[in-house]
Nanobody, 124 residues
Framework: QVQLVESGGGSVQAGGSLRLSCAAS????????MNWFRQAPGKEREFVAG????????DYADSVKGRFTISRDNAKNTVTLQMNSLKPEDTAVYYC?????????????????WGQGTQVIVSS
């Protein structure tokens, strides 16, 4: 069992930055690929970014490439999403997810554990 707790959400103006963190419980964190998803009101949950078990491979949605950076610290059981140049369309609840896979996955159903989400609001 893995418990995930996100933090770092908030409100920011367009062009600003936020740093989301996800803290994982348990001693098996390094056996999971970690992924970030988001869900805006009235829309389906969508993949944002993912990182492999070791951190050597990352993947991003086209909409965030060049603006967001995902990283992980297996010694601290944390995964971070640095979000720069934020746009109003980035407004959503952001979820951290863990998948029993080597590589990141954009498929929501491939993830085994989810956090409760953290709200990000970007105003124009």
């Amino acid at each position: 069992q893995v418990q995930l707790v996100e933090s770092g959400g908030g409100s920011v103006q367009a062009g600003g930055s936020l740093r989301l963190s996800c803290a994982a419980s348990g001693r098996t964190f390094s056996t999971y690929a970690m992924n970030w998803f988001r869900q805006a009101p009235g829309k389906e949950r969508e993949f944002v970014a993912g990182i492999s078990r070791t951190g050597g491979t990352t993947d991003y949605a086209d909409s965030v490439k060049g603006r967001f950076t995902i990283s992980r610290d297996n010694a601290k059981n944390t995964v971070t999403l640095q979000m720069n140049s934020l746009k109003p369309e980035d407004t959503a609840v952001y979820y951290c997810a863990a998948a029993r896979r080597i590589l990141p996955t954009s498929g929501a159903f491939d993830n085994d554990y989810w956090g409760q989400g953290t709200q990000v609001i970007v105003s124009s």
